[in-house]
């Protein structure tokens, strides 16, 4: 099955919060493609549209205007998304009177994968999240790491076609997010699967991107292909160079958000 | 829990100090006051006016709940009925006790009904306020959660609020009873013909200072006993999975 996702004139306001002024546009006619099982990182400063754009994908805001497809079927202004997604917030989000285990539960219980495959995927991933000895700890008794660990556990036991993921490592330290990303890269490679990570971190989403999309003003300033090839060294200059590039875009687009921020 | 019991027999101490300064009829001694209490014991009916207080305690408790609970979460989550409703809350909560008490007994009649409706109507208001700080408290963040997993309204209200509502629930029900027996008491002296306030109504007017201090201490102890060893060890159970629960 095809589990590409097709943007097209995706425009999206917010009413401004003092009367009689024009509604704050956050997307603005954004186009964007995403092939089956491509792996892509959005980047833009902060009030370019990412987290809208995460939550229209998504399906928690229907209220937009343009076309989501996923595969060719449309999102819906209601019911069900056409696509199994998973979710991974910039913090756990964890139920903190659940254990770990059930928490994982919760997210199996209203999707539709059949119960009795529950305890096999859910040892998978335990295990290769290295949480196998947490199961029945609740998210308190948890560092951040692996409380964060536990949330891509969750988001993957649901066996998504579909990840969208919020900056989920911005809140760790450098060495446990490292280690993040080489095991969601491994994690991808094994399962393949469609995948929007949402970074303020040129570097990060270098490392990780089949293609880096820079946003601004809710519209793709720049599209960066990462060529180099996988599995990647994390002190490849090959990457150091690319993402040298997606800086400069980066920082060309807040500078060009300031600006016109700043105009009357 | 040393010291605890340190302070209580500090305070018993004081007591019998305080007893030798003031004659039998104004301040009787702890003994005095233990001898009393097993007597009332012995001679039987302590146990009828005891349950029905505890009955009145029960009745007006599951009252103020069943009103102050919905009332609470509603102001909680929707801003249009926090808005309708805070005012009268406060309103509620001001009117003294005793009003409602024989408001309840006008209207209603001198009867149990009465009682329970005076009692319950009267600490609604504080469970109220509990409830409602309690639900603006709650993680919002975690219904985004729910709905990205494609939770059902329903089970984001079973699954997701209610859990969160729960210790609040607890809390304004040990916060609720603190208030109920007090009031529970009052009502009784004004419109009973049994229960403790009624007994301790009638030595005070026999000017028996010994039963008056009798009852005063059996209640208190009663209360204390379901306050700290039943709730409170409820309490630890059911959120076990919190981080802090020792007080």
């Keep these: 099955m095809d589990n590409g996702i097709r943007i097209q004139g995706l425009t ?111 040892d998978h991933y335990f295990q290769l999240t290295g949480l196998q000895a947490f199961r029945r700890h609740h998210p308190h008794e948890l560092s951040g790491g692996m409380a964060q660990r536990l949330s891509l556990v969750r988001a ?7 990840l969208f993921m919020d900056e989920p490592f911005s809140g760790l330290d450098e060495l446990t997010a490292r280690r993040l990303r080489v095991d969601l890269l491994d994690i991808w490679r094994r399962t393949g699967k469609t995948i929007v990570f949402i970074t303020h971190n040129s570097y990060e989403a270098t490392f ?42 980066f920082i060309a687009a807040a500078e060009e958000a300031e600006r016109a921020r700043s105009r009357p | 829990m040393l010291i605890k019991v340190g302070s209580m027999i500090a305070a018993l101490l004081a007591w019998l100090g305080l007893s030798f300064l003031f004659p039998e009829t104004v301040l009787p001694g702890p003994w005095q006051t233990i001898r009393v209490l097993a007597e009332n014991f012995a001679n039987g009916d302590i146990l009828s006016h005891l349950t029905a207080t505890l009955g009145r305690v029960l009745g007006g408790l599951v009252l103020a709940m069943a009103v102050g609970i919905p009332v609470g979460v509603l102001m909680g989550v929707n801003r249009l009925a926090e808005k309708t409703l805070d005012v009268w809350v406060m309103v509620a909560l001001t009117v003294p006790s005793l009003c409602y008490a024989i408001f309840a007994f006008i209207w209603i009649g001198l009867n149990e009904t009465a009682a329970i409706v005076a009692i319950g109507l ?31 309204r329903w089970v984001i209200i079973r699954r997701v609020l209610f859990p969160q509502v729960l210790p609040y629930i607890m809390a304004s029900l040990r916060f609720g009873l603190g208030i109920v027996w007090k009031i529970t008491v009052l009502v009784e002296l004004l419109g009973r013909p049994d229960g403790v306030g009624f007994e301790l109504f009638y030595w005070y007017q026999l000017g028996n200072m010994q039963q008056v201090l009798a009852w005063t201490l059996l209640f208190t102890l009663v209360m204390l006993f379901i306050e700290l060893v039943i709730l409170q060890n409820l309490e630890r159970r059911m959120f076990s999975w919190r981080p802090e629960v020792r007080i």
């Design chain 2, 122 to 152: 009267t600490s609604a208001p504080s469970i109220a306020i509990n409830l409602w700080e309690g639900v603006k408290n709650i993680d919002t963040r975690l219904f985004q959660m729910a709905r990205v997993f494609n939770a059902s």
């Design chain 1, 12 to 122: 999206k306001s917010f009413p401004s919060p003092r009367k009689h002024e024009a509604a704050h546009r956050v997307l603005n006619g954004l186009d964007l493609t995403i092939e089956d099982n491509e792996f892509v990182c959005v980047l833009g400063p902060s009030g370019c549209g990412k987290s809208t754009l995460l939550n229209t994908l998504s399906g928690l805001d229907r209220d937009y205007d343009g076309e989501i497809r996923f595969g060719g079927r449309p999102m819906t202004r209601a019911g069900k998304p056409p696509v199994r997604m998973g979710y991974l917030f910039q913090d756990p989000r964890l139920l903190p009177w659940l254990s770990a285990e059930r928490n994982v539960d919760f997210a199996l219980e209203n999707s539709d994968v059949p119960r009795h495959r529950w305890a096999d995927i859910k």
């Design chain 1, 156 to 162: 993957l036991a649901i066996e998504p076609d579909v």
């Design chain 1, 208 to 249: 990780l991107a089949d293609r880096v999309v820079v946003l601004s003003q809710g519209r793709i300033r720049r599209e960066i292909p990462v060529t180099v090839p996988r599995p990647r060294d994390y002190d490849d200059p090959a990457l150091f160079a690319v993402s040298k590039e997606v800086s400069a875009t």
